[in-house]
């Protein structure tokens, strides 16, 4: 099989975090996004960690968290901790009816989140559980995964079965 690298396609920055995009083609397309934690050196950013030490605790120390959409497969949501764990989940395509997204208000902030509508759960699922990336970095991610989404609607179409995309 010949698989084919290439180099990170979209890169959007910011103060806080960075999204990089990669394609893998080879029996399939794999598209995975990362959304990183921008790390700075600056003694102003040193004394603003000093400050909220306690943030980066209740945040357990993450690294980066990203999305592997397998157009055929589904998508695997992946948590990487400073300390060397992984965190990971698999939800199938066949599972995923949309993805969508939302913005949540409290009290203290407002912010957009991505999360699938997956059958048989009575939550959404979010795609970044610990992260809260802005919306320019989520819309991409949107369009992927929406793209692998009809993709499986459309051959659940062909092969005559629509009754178990609805159910």
């Given at each position: ?6 180099l ?18 080879g ?38 968290e990203?999305?592997?959409?397998m ?41 957009w ?55």
């Amino acid at each position: 099989m010949d698989v084919h690298y290439q180099l990170p396609r979209a890169a959007i920055s910011t103060k806080k975090y960075s999204y990089v995009c990669e394609d893998r083609q080879g029996f399939q397309i794999i598209t995975r996004h990362h959304v990183v934690v921008e790390q700075g050196a600056s003694f102003i950013g040193m004394c603003i960690l000093c400050i909220l030490v306690a943030t980066a605790i209740h945040r357990n120390g993450i690294q980066q968290e990203s999305v592997v959409v397998m157009p055929t497969l589904g998508v695997q949501l992946e948590t990487y901790y400073r300390s060397g764990k992984v965190f990971r989940r698999f939800v199938p395509m066949g599972n995923i009816l949309a993805a969508v997204i939302n913005e949540a208000v409290t009290p203290f902030t407002c912010y957009w989140y991505l999360a699938l509508i997956v059958r048989d759960e009575r939550k959404l699922v979010l795609v970044f559980q610990e992260l809260r990336p802005p919306l320019d970095m989520l819309v991409p991610i949107w369009k992927s995964l929406c793209s692998a989404i009809a993709n499986k609607m459309l051959q659940q179409s062909n092969d005559g079965d629509w009754s178990s995309s609805f159910a």
